[in-house]
Structure formats: C-alpha cells, structure tokens
C-alpha cells in the first residue's frame, strides 16, 4: 500500500463512482478497480461495495475515508512546509548583531525580510562583536552583523564585508575644535580621549590605539566605558573626546563627528557559518547585500 492507493481510494469515495473518480484522476479505469483491489488485499477487508447502480463506503471504507483525508492533508501541507523552507519561505533566523552601528538600518531591513518571508521565524540577540563570533561558531546563532574578531578567525566562519566605517572624534558644539573638517590623528595627543573598552570591542579599540601608535603618541584614555551610547554622553558632558566610528551617532544629536586623518576605517560584516547556511539565512544574506549594492542601508544621514 503506498499514497497512490490512498488517492484513488479517496476518489472513488468522494465521487462514489469509478467512472467519475478515474476521470479526475486522468487513468483507465482498470487500472483504478486494480488499485482499490490492491487496497482492500493489503487491509484484508473490503472498503466499497460496488455493483451496476451504485458504489457506496462499507463501515471500514468510512474510516479509512476520514483517516486518508487528514493524512493526504497533512502530507500535502508537510511537502509545502519543505518547499517553503528549501526557498527560504519557512524555518528559523537566529540573527545576532552589534547595536550602534546597526541601528540605522537593522530595523528598516527586519521589517523588509519579514514582509518577504513571514513565515520564518526570527529571533534577534543584541551580543558584543566577540560574542556574536563566539554563537555563530557554536550554532547557537545563524548569522551576526559584527565587527572582525582577530582571535576568531580561525573558526572557519564566512564573512561579507557590508561597509568600511570611518572613524573620527564626537565633541560638544562648543569646543575649540567642533568647527573643524577633519582633525590629524596627532592632534589627539594629550587630549583626554574616551573609547569602547577593549572586552567589548576589540576590532574597534585596536584599531584606535594603532592609529594614535602610528601618529607617534600613546593616547591619553580617560574613560573606556563598556557601551558606546556612553562614550557619546561622556563626550556631551564635556570629559573627553570619543573616538567613534561614523555610524553610531544617534539623529538629533548636539555632538559634532569630524573624521580623523589619515582616514582610519573599522568594518562591519556579516558572518555565517557554512554548516548552518540554511535557505532563510541566504534569503536575508542576499537581501542584505542587495540593500548594500543599493546603498540602502547607509541613507539614513549617515
């Protein structure tokens, strides 16, 4: 007995007629008195009384209707639930990423995926750049919008790069410098500066660090808070000058940014594992690069 026999069986009871059932089912009608043959061999009871004027159910052949229609629904409900997820249509997105920088347009870009693929289930998880590495790596996420880990690069993890971050300095409107267009590295020294600590953001610390070692100087680190949206409120209150990329200053901020030369740039990626490149997470992978390619995710006066 297979889901062929199912069919026909289900035909001939809905239609109470080989004539009409093979019709619809577009076979010979011998072929279809076989198969029902085959069926009722297999259950070892007969599931149709059938003679010249009429074919009607036998009390196992209404069972047996009631128990195939809801398995043929199922099963046709279970090849749509697999053809959804081979395209990406249904299944899960674990998406892990860093706030700032990502503010801008993750809210934008979650609303688009949702609207294409809304039976995916999407759960979001706001970690450090080295966290979101360290759960792509143990598939507790599926993909993160982070910065480059050095430490993690040897998980073997895929990365896209969305966007090469220019770093600068946030400063009240009212300090002597506010009014420049650009400011040399070498102008930080001595300056107390305010910057993302280290343990939440290596790739971004390093960075500034290096560039102030190639201006000749070893900065002046006032404040190394664990969140950026302290960095900026220490530099609105006038402790220091943050040292920043140019996506993280919020709209309607009183803060000037003013890039800092030679430009130094940190990157924001997207980082997926291959063992765990499932349809939604290529669907939102191919989503996201095309907002890239379009400048999309950067037109929000960034």
């Given amino acids: 007995m297979d889901l062929r026999h199912l069919r026909y069986f289900q035909a001939v009871a809905e239609e109470l007629s080989y004539v009409r059932a093979a019709r619809r089912l577009r076979i010979a009608q011998p072929a279809l008195s076989r198969a029902i043959k085959e069926l009722e061999h297999d259950l070892g009871s007969e599931v149709l009384e059938r003679s010249r004027q009429f074919v009607r159910l036998t009390p196992a052949g209404a069972v047996l209707l009631q128990e195939t229609t809801q398995l043929l629904d199922g099963w046709e ?63 507790r996420l599926t993909a993160g919008l982070t910065r480059p880990v050095p430490s993690h690069t040897a998980l073997g993890l895929r990365t896209a790069v969305l966007r090469e971050e220019r770093l600068g300095v946030v400063l009240r409107p009212d300090h002597p410098l506010a009014e420049r267009k650009s400011l040399a590295w070498k102008m930080l020294s001595g300056e107390p500066l305010i910057v993302l600590a280290r343990r939440e953001g290596a790739s971004l610390h390093d960075t500034i660090l290096a560039a102030c070692r190639t201006a000749g100087f070893m900065p002046r680190l006032a404040r190394t808070p664990s969140l950026i949206g302290t960095v900026l409120s220490y530099a609105e209150g006038g402790a220091g000058l943050g ?46 690069l095309s907002w890239k390619l379009g400048k999309q995710l950067w037109n929000m006066g960034i």
């Fill in 77 to 139: 409900e279970a090849l749509r639930r697999v053809r959804r997820t081979a395209a990406g249509e249904e299944g899960e997105l674990r998406l892990g990423y860093i706030g700032p920088p990502t503010q801008p347009f993750l809210g934008r870009l979650i609303h688009e995926y949702r609207n294409r693929y809304p039976l995916v289930s999407l759960h979001l998880e706001e970690r450090t750049p080295e966290r979101v590495w360290e759960m792509v790596a143990k598939g």
């Fill in 243 to 288: 040292v920043v990329t140019d996506s993280v200053l919020p709209p309607g901020t009183p803060l000037r940014f003013i890039p800092l030369t030679p430009a130094s740039t940190v990157p924001l990626v997207l980082v997926w594992q291959d063992d765990h490149d499932t349809p939604p997470v290529q669907r939102f992978r191919e989503l996201l």
